[in-house]
């Protein structure tokens, strides 16, 4: 037994060591963690940029305008008079950033706006036009009623709803759907990808060794069982390292970026803050959406507070397990493939079903988000060639552990399956060439005697 087992350890060692030497999985482990922390770091600093104040002339025809466009610190209004085209002319020599021109009409305040420029103005100078007219021309309407804005306005009331969770024993904290829903889509995706790159390049590593006949050689020494799982766990681990060596650089590169910005984090404009908080829920647009609608340091702080109120390291285990037990089961899937092909064009009749089961949980991510307790959440996190990226979705939200420890098992009970049967296949496939595989074949393997 040992000296079989040291054999495998060989195997281990040489896809380990083959894969931890080469530059990309250097470029990677140094890329990972910059785009991971760029998500906290950048809109920090986008949000803290500053612009000079832009110069926007007024012509008004109706002059109902004048006093809702009041200079800010983003924008300088001029208001100017005469002809269009004689203040178009102007306008170019004036170096202003835009002219508005707002037509007078005859029957009814005006609703529309013309901006000129010397080119295409950005999206706040024609979303700030919009906002000013559009609360000067529903004032004057409420106006024309008999109804008072400032009435309106006095009623409208901002509502907070927090979230409280309570345990078995009664005991309350706090919690953020808002913040659970960010951690559980990055948790799940970041699995689901983790499972289709690392299992793809045990697929394809099979392949090259068959093709190339290096396998032959291999064999003669070693049992084909011994090579899948040496290539298998191989991989594995550099997958877990690269993960780990994520984590461990994200976090120092976010610590480090704390401990020398810290004093503008505490003292800086809640706005900047909490775009940093919010980016990894917002993905590719922080700065449009992350600046504009935040309000004031309460806001600010309970987000942080509720980030700290998450049990991470319970949520780090978690995704070890089922990183684990997903990726060796989809894993032995994969090598099974590719030991029944000789290109990687052939395995796509046999990839497709075999990766199915992980699409269907990616695109239910919406589902089990609104519905983290639903039957079909509930099934699809139960069900082993879903349950790791689905029941790490929905452990961000709080499941019951003994839900979560039925999914495990049956986790690794279906990797031992899969393992066995991916054997079968394997041991046969290996030095079958020159032949088309089809299911049926495969089905034909399952059934060799040892």
């Known amino acids: 037994m040992h000296w079989h087992m040291s054999k495998t350890g060989i195997i281990i060692r040489r896809e380990y060591l083959t894969r931890v030497k080469k530059k990309s999985f250097f470029i990677m482990t140094i890329i990972g963690p910059l785009l991971m922390a760029a ?12 612009e000079k104040q832009r110069d926007i002339e007024i012509y008004d025809q109706s002059g109902v305008f004048r006093e809702c466009f009041r200079t800010n610190g983003k924008f300088n209004y001029i ?9 178009k002319r102007q306008f170019l020599r004036s170096g202003h950033y835009a002219m508005v021109y707002i037509p007078r009409t005859e029957l009814s305040v005006p609703q529309s706006a013309y901006i000129y420029s010397s080119k295409q103005p950005g999206l706040n100078v024609k979303s700030e036009i919009r906002d000013l007219m559009k609360k000067e021309v529903e004032a004057l309407k409420l106006i024309a009623k008999g109804i008072d804005p400032e009435v309106l306005e006095a009623i409208k009331t901002n509502i907070n709803v927090g979230t409280i969770i309570l345990d078995e024993n009664g005991f309350e904290k706090k919690g953020s759907a808002e913040v659970t829903t960010a951690l ?13 790159m690392f299992g793809g390049q045990v697929m394809r590593s099979v392949i090259e060794e068959k093709t190339s006949r290096i396998v032959e050689v291999i064999v003669s020494s070693v049992k084909p069982v011994q090579l899948m799982l040496g290539k298998m766990i191989g991989v594995g681990l550099v997958g877990l390292t690269q993960f780990l060596l994520w984590v461990l650089l994200t976090f120092g590169l976010v610590t480090g970026f704390q401990l020398i910005y810290g004093h503008k984090l505490a003292n800086g404009s809640a706005s900047a803050t909490q775009t940093i908080v919010q980016a990894p829920a917002q993905g590719a647009v922080p700065a449009m959406n992350g600046v504009a609608n935040f309000g004031n340091d309460n806001q600010m702080l309970q987000i942080l507070e509720d980030v700290r109120g998450i049990d991470f390291g319970t949520m780090l285990i978690c995704f070890l397990l089922y990183f684990v037990g997903g990726y060796l089961l989809y894993a032995s899937l994969f090598a099974a493939m590719g030991s029944a092909v000789e290109n990687e064009q052939d395995s ?10 992980l699409v269907i949980a990616l695109f239910s991510v919406g589902y089990i988000l609104n519905y983290p307790d639903g039957s079909l959440s509930v099934w699809l996190s139960m069900i082993p ?49 020159g032949k088309k595989v089809t299911w049926r074949e495969l089905w034909k393997w399952l059934r060799y005697k040892s």
Do not use: C, K, N
């Open 39 to 50: 998500l906290w770091i950048v809109p920090f600093f986008i949000a803290t940029l500053t």
């Open 79 to 87: 208001f100017i008079e005469g002809s269009l085209d004689s203040l």
């Open 184 to 196: 559980g889509l990055v948790a799940g995706i970041v699995i689901y990808f983790m499972l289709f």
């Open 348 to 357: 796509q009749q046999f990839i497709l079903p075999v990766t199915l089961p």
């Open 385 to 433: 060639l879903t349950s790791p990226v689905v029941m790490m979705i929905r452990i961000a939200f709080g499941v019951h552990w003994t839900q979560v420890a039925l999914s495990v098992v049956i986790l690794y009970l279906s990797l031992a399956l899969t393992t066995w049967l991916g054997a079968r296949i394997y041991r046969t496939g290996i030095l079958m060439y």
